[in-house]
């Protein structure tokens, strides 16, 4: 019940918000409703996809709505997508994984409502499309980063699901940490659990009392950089600069940037444009990026992350470019050649320098 008022609440003050801006009936014929996972408060990956909802409502012009903290796998995301609907909604956007299967059903079910989803894979030839980003990008450079950084050759990953988005983030990381330090490994802890921030604080205490002195994440929510933050070490968040929840551990961020994407496929909805597919956007793309390094962070990292981050705009550098070697030495990836995206968005192997598994 309660997330049900929150989820009222929320479509009733968005709607409010917006309805100065909706000056022709063709706009207003066109409402775009978003499903999170936590909390838009989280200052992570929820937190994210709602600035990016605001910047697009405030672009498109077009009412929106949101529901929070809905769970995966359970009968109330296709009871909100329903309540939604039946309110006139005509863009469903659900921002987590575990919605798909979902999602690909109400699509379906509902031929002309405009389905997209959030770091899925599927798709169907009508209505329902996915959306992602290369966020292999910008972890690449934060590992650069954070393997200057680290005194004790250990750095932390505290990680959600042992799913190919969240492994590729950490060979990227890895990959990043190794190219300025490769003595340097990371440690993988899995959590289980995208927002608990229990969970992900005692999981990065267990990697700090290991000795790891820098800590980075995927996860929602502040609360491994807090732990950070208490045993003096230093911390790459994810989703959002998180830097005033840990300003001393704080060393830069992967972040997202959803408004123009999220715009996009809104203003092809009310155009009757739409055509599903599989979006995966770039940092030259501008979906994805390097929040702002810490301040004291040496002069010559930040050059070279620089450097790099021209590179991969220009498309001179890729990160899955070989020689690449698995964690038990065996080579992926040849000298002169660059996984494709196929590979990439199926890719189920740790890279050489990670401690953990996949499985």
């Given at each position: 019940?309660?997330?049900?008022?929150?989820?009222?609440?929320?479509?009733?003050?968005?709607?409010?918000?917006?309805?100065?801006?909706?000056?022709?009936?063709?706009?207003?014929?066109?409402?775009?409703?978003?499903?999170?996972?936590?909390?838009?408060?989280?200052?992570?990956?929820?937190?994210?996809?709602?600035?990016?909802?605001?910047?697009?409502?405030?672009?498109?012009?077009?009412?929106?709505?949101?529901?929070?903290?809905?769970?995966?796998?359970?009968?109330?995301?296709?009871?909100?997508?329903?309540?939604?609907?039946?309110?006139?909604?005509?863009?469903?956007?659900?921002?987590?994984?575990?919605?798909?299967?979902?999602?690909?059903?109400?699509?379906?079910?509902?031929?002309?409502?405009?389905?997209?989803?959030?770091?899925?894979?599927?798709?169907?030839?009508?209505?329902?499309?996915?959306?992602?980003?290369?966020?292999?990008?910008?972890?690449?450079?934060?590992?650069?980063?954070?393997?200057?950084?680290?005194?004790?050759?250990?750095?932390?990953?505290?990680?959600?699901?042992?799913?190919?988005?969240?492994?590729?983030?950490?060979?990227?990381?890895?990959?990043?940490?190794?190219?300025?330090?490769?003595?340097?490994?990371?440690?993988?802890?899995?959590?289980?659990?995208?927002?608990?921030?229990?969970?992900?604080?005692?999981?990065?205490?267990?990697?700090?009392?290991?000795?790891?002195?820098?800590?980075?994440?995927?996860?929602?929510s502040p609360a491994a950089g807090e732990k950070a933050e208490a045993a003096g070490a230093r911390w790459v968040s994810y989703n959002s600069d998180m830097s005033a929840f840990a300003p001393n551990a704080y060393l830069t961020?992967?972040?997202?940037?959803?408004?123009?994407?999220?715009?996009?496929?809104?203003?092809?909805?009310?155009?009757?444009?739409?055509?599903?597919?599989?979006?995966?956007?770039?940092?030259?793309?501008?979906?994805?990026?390097?929040?702002?390094?810490?301040?004291?962070?040496?002069?010559?990292?930040?050059?070279?992350?620089?450097?790099?981050?021209?590179?991969?705009?220009?498309?001179?550098?890729?990160?899955?470019?070989?020689?690449?070697?698995?964690?038990?030495?065996?080579?992926?990836?040849?000298?002169?050649?660059?996984?494709?995206?196929?590979?990439?968005?199926?890719?189920?192997?740790?890279?050489?320098?990670?401690?953990?598994?996949?499985?």
């Open positions: 019940m309660h997330r049900r008022l929150l989820g009222l609440l929320a479509v009733v003050l968005s709607l409010g918000m917006v309805a100065a801006a909706c000056g022709s009936d063709a706009t207003a014929e066109t409402k775009a409703a978003f499903i999170y996972v936590g909390p838009v408060g989280d200052a992570g990956w929820t937190y994210a996809h709602d600035q990016g909802r605001q910047a697009a409502a405030a672009e498109t012009g077009i009412e929106t709505a949101y529901v929070e903290t809905v769970p995966e796998g359970t009968a109330d995301f296709g009871n909100y997508v329903r309540e939604f609907i039946d309110q006139g909604f005509t863009v469903i956007i659900g921002t987590s994984f575990g919605y798909m299967d979902d999602m690909l059903a109400l699509a379906d079910e509902y031929p002309d409502v405009v389905f997209e989803h959030v770091s899925g894979f599927k798709q169907n030839d009508t209505n329902f499309g996915n959306t992602f980003g290369r966020m292999y990008e910008p972890r690449y450079l934060t590992g650069m980063v954070a393997g200057s950084a680290t005194s004790s050759n250990l750095l932390g990953y505290v990680a959600a699901f042992p799913i190919p988005e969240v492994i590729r983030g950490i060979n990227a990381f890895t990959l990043g940490v190794r190219e300025v330090n490769p003595d340097a490994q990371v440690e993988v802890i899995w959590t289980s659990t995208w927002f608990d921030p229990a969970v992900e604080g005692d999981s990065a205490q267990a990697l700090l009392d290991k000795g790891a002195d820098v800590i980075a994440m995927h996860q929602d961020a992967p972040v997202w940037n959803w408004g123009p994407r999220y715009a996009e496929i809104i203003e092809a909805a009310k155009a009757g444009t739409y055509v599903p597919g599989s979006y995966w956007g770039s940092m030259a793309d501008g979906v994805v990026d390097i929040a702002d390094i810490a301040a004291n962070v040496d002069a010559g990292v930040k050059a070279a992350v620089a450097d790099k981050k021209a590179a991969i705009i220009a498309g001179d550098f890729h990160v899955f470019s070989g020689p690449i070697n698995d964690q038990d030495g065996n080579l992926v990836v040849g000298a002169g050649e660059t996984m494709d995206d196929g590979s990439m968005l199926g890719m189920d192997f740790f890279v050489e320098g990670v401690i953990g598994s996949t499985g």
